[in-house]
């Protein structure tokens, strides 16, 4: 005798149980090319494929017989309360799974009192983000060639009153996503199998593409040659604007631009990290770019601890890569996070369901935190530590 495990295959996100429930839910919704897009990582992709190993190598140590009725999973980040220790990734072309999906995402982080991370190759202009949603917002910053791109966003995100500015310093040399760049005939245009995919999604090609004008990188418009602020194929018209050498000097210029709180995004070293606080930054992202950029790269978890000791007392460190569970998040947490960004996981509920496949997805990992913190026999995530923890 067999028997057979179905995942639920409709649109109701209530029925959505997991974080890969609502994966599948957004690739049935979003042609191919544009799940690949979200999906895939660099070159044979050991590096995305390594960041969720990582958490099946730490096991969590329970303790027993504690009353954990009273639990809750607030947190203080830079100095204000957050509702649970999450915080939504910087993420480019968000458009292209749903129109507007920066709102959307920034509308869910502000209704589930977490920060939104809004990126620089948005396709809604950072400035109507701050205006029409209530919530924390930060804003993630590339730095081009021509440093006026750069300097434009850090001043328009300053008057907007971003609370923190995120620099990404692993992307100037733009990782190779082979089979994101298979789908395209050329830069920005997709191949005629592609786009004939898209004729068996019917909504998507009219809510995205016909209903609102394709998705544009709305805050670089005033820089952009025409046809390359075009967000379809974002990672295939993207490389060349990136390739351009981003140093420390870069920090000391944006911490002299800067007010309030800054963060370099791509830390991985700890003399990186004790770099980043000497030249006054507020915290670290320690992160690979969710396996999109070099290959083969160690993930956040494995250099979490060595830099968590060293250097968690002076700066928030923030990680992210793989973290589709509440075990996952609660396992970074012992290892020393203050905090963690969630890229995909949120991208996989707005394919599926818009601002509501966000928030359903918040609510996923938040009941899983919940029921894991229960489990291990604590109330507060400050409880948390390296003692609850072991690799196997
Ligand atoms: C579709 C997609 C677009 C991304 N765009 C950006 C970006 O514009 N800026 C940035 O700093 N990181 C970007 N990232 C990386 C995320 O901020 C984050 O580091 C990564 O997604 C975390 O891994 P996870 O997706 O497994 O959670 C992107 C990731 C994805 C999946």
């Not at 639920?8 to 049935?28: F, K, P």
């Not at 939504?88 to 920066?102: F, K, M, S, Y």
């Amino acid at each position: 005798m067999t028997w057979r495990r179905r995942r639920y295959h409709g649109r109701d996100l209530s029925r959505a149980l997991s974080i890969e429930d609502l994966r599948q839910m957004a690739m049935r919704r979003v042609p191919n090319f544009v799940f690949e897009y979200v999906e895939g990582g660099a070159e044979d992709e050991q590096a995305l494929k390594h960041n969720r190993e990582g958490f099946s190598a730490l096991r969590l140590a329970p303790r027993t017989l504690v009353d954990t009725s009273g639990r809750h999973m607030r947190t203080t980040i830079f100095g204000r309360e957050s509702a649970s220790p999450l915080v939504i990734a910087p993420t480019g072309g968000n458009g292209i799974l749903q129109a507007r999906g920066d709102l959307q995402l920034a509308h869910a982080a502000g209704q589930a009192g977490i920060p939104f991370t809004l990126s620089t190759v948005s396709t809604v202009p950072l400035e109507q983000v701050a205006r029409e949603v209530t919530g924390r917002h930060w804003m993630q910053l590339y730095v081009m060639e021509n440093r006026k791109v750069a300097e434009d966003i850090v001043t328009r995100a300053d008057a907007a009153g971003y609370e923190a500015l995120v620099f990404t310093t692993d992307a100037n040399v733009f990782g190779l996503r082979e089979w994101d760049r298979r789908n395209y005939a050329a830069p920005g245009r997709p191949t005629w199998r592609n786009l004939l995919g898209m004729l068996g999604h019917p909504r998507w090609t009219w809510e995205v593409m016909l209903r609102n004008g394709i998705p544009q990188f709305e805050n670089l418009k005033n820089f952009l040659p025409p046809g390359a602020a075009n967000a379809v194929g974002g990672s295939t018209i993207l490389p060349k604007l990136f390739n351009t050498p981003i140093s420390w000097a870069d920090v000391q210029w944006l911490r002299r631009l800067w007010p309030r709180k800054l963060l370099i995004k791509g830390v991985l070293n700890v003399a990186d990290a004790e770099r980043a606080a000497a030249a006054g930054c507020d915290g670290i992202v320690l992160t690979n770019h969710g396996g999109r950029q070099m290959d083969h790269c160690v993930s956040a978890l494995d250099m979490l601890p060595e830099i968590s000791a060293r250097m968690g007392s002076q700066l928030t460190l923030v990680v992210d890569g793989g973290f589709r569970r509440g075990t996952d998040v609660v396992k970074a947490l012992c290892l020393g996070a203050d905090c963690v960004m969630l890229g995909r996981a949120t991208l996989y509920g707005l394919g599926a369901g818009g601002q509501a496949g966000v928030t359903r997805a918040l609510e996923i990992l938040t009941g899983e935190i919940d029921r894991c913190l229960g489990h291990m026999g604590v109330n507060s995530v400050a409880e948390l530590n390296p003692g609850l923890v072991r690799r196997v």
